[in-house]
């Protein structure tokens, strides 16, 4: 089974078409490139999938499961759209991380928001909180990034920038990664360039799942 499935998918925005019919499927442990010139519609495909666009026709499908159907249009609370987005992650072109956070707290901002929401939060604050933290600074070891957790983006080459964006997207254990151009700002020696498998995606937008 496929781990997303994106059927017919379209967008407007007045009488503009930006996608028109857009469908493609994607298995676990694969990656998709959806290559295009600029102004074609890559980054609008991306912001329908996280949900920060609303698509004017189409389906997607995670895990066989609708996420979306505009067939079947449903009023969402922002506190569903949030549960839906947690199927992507979400690497931006801009990065757009916040400026007043360090890099630990721009990729655990999202984890802590959302731990405010379970149940046993007040009663398991501080052990929530430790957990939370412990796993950031795990993802920017793992980024090559641990001696930068209290920089602030300012601080940051717009190659480690670009690393602790990807750490974000990779905080709430997402199903599938969404990338827009994800290493355009990295050295070679981290993209895999002249590797048998390379991971650099320059130019165009690559969809994948960990």
Do not use: W
Not at 50 to 57: A, I, R, T, V
Not at 166 to 191: G, V
């Amino acid at each position: 089974m496929a781990i997303l499935e994106v059927k017919n998918i379209g967008k407007h925005f007045g009488s503009t078409e930006v996608l028109k019919d857009v469908s493609f499927s994607l298995e676990e442990g694969n990656a998709l490139a959806i290559i295009g010139s600029s102004g074609s519609g890559k980054t609008t495909l991306l912001r329908c999938l996280n949900f920060l666009e609303k698509p004017s026709q189409g389906e997607i499908l995670v895990k066989g499961n609708a996420v979306f159907d505009a067939s079947r249009p449903v009023k969402m609370s922002e506190r569903e759209l949030r549960r839906k987005r947690l199927h992507f992650g979400l690497v931006f072109q801009a990065f757009h991380l916040f400026p007043q956070y360090t890099a630990l707290e721009n990729v655990t901002l999202a984890e802590k928001l959302l731990a405010q929401e379970r149940e046993d939060f007040k009663s398991n604050k501080k052990q929530i909180m430790e957990e939370i933290l412990e796993h950031g600074n795990a993802l920017l070891a793992q980024m090559g990034l641990a001696d930068r957790a209290t920089h602030y983006p300012h601080q940051l080459s717009g190659g480690q920038q670009q690393r602790v964006a990807i750490a974000r997207a990779l905080a709430l254990k997402p199903d599938i990664l969404c990338f827009d151009e994800p290493t355009s700002a990295l050295d070679p020696e981290l993209t895999g360039e002249g590797d048998s498998e390379p991971c650099r995606a320059e130019n165009y937008h690559d969809y994948c799942n960990p």
